[in-house]
Nanobody, 122 residues
Framework: QVQLVDSGGGLVQAGGSLRLSCAASGRALSGRRMGWFRQAPGKEREFVAAIRWSETTTYYADSVKGRFTISRDNAKNSVYLQMNSLKPEDTAVYYC???????????????WGQGTQVTVSS
């Protein structure tokens, strides 16, 4: 299995920045996609961003394009989400995720971090 530990959430004012981190252990990440989902209270979990581990191709939800950047560090088996120009509507629990080998996150999310809270005040 792949174990994921996400961190870096916190409280920031609108317009501020946060950087989320996700450390992976266990199975190799090659051939997988890693990324982030978020879930606000009373709302459905939604896709935020993803990256192909090997190729570093990235994908973003329209709502975060131009503001969020996903990246990975192969040596550290870690994925990051740099969040800039944060808005109150970005407030949610953010979950790191990893797909099965050869699958996308939206089609084959298999592993989840415990979640880290991001709160953006007005």
């Amino acid at each position: 299995q792949v174990q994921l530990v996400d961190s870096g959430g916190g409280l920031v004012q609108a317009g501020g920045s946060l950087r989320l981190s996700c450390a992976a252990s266990g199975r190799a990440l090659s051939g997988r996609r890693m990324g982030w989902f978020r879930q606000a209270p009373g709302k459905e979990r939604e896709f935020v961003a993803a990256i192909r581990w090997s190729e570093t191709t990235t994908y973003y939800a329209d709502s975060v394009k131009g503001r969020f950047t996903i990246s990975r560090d192969n040596a550290k088996n870690s994925v990051y989400l740099q969040m800039n120009s944060l808005k109150p509507e970005d407030t949610a629990v953010y979950y790191c995720a990893a797909s099965e080998v050869g699958r996308s996150l939206t089609q084959g999310t298999a592993y989840w971090g415990q979640g880290t809270q991001v709160t953006v005040s007005s």
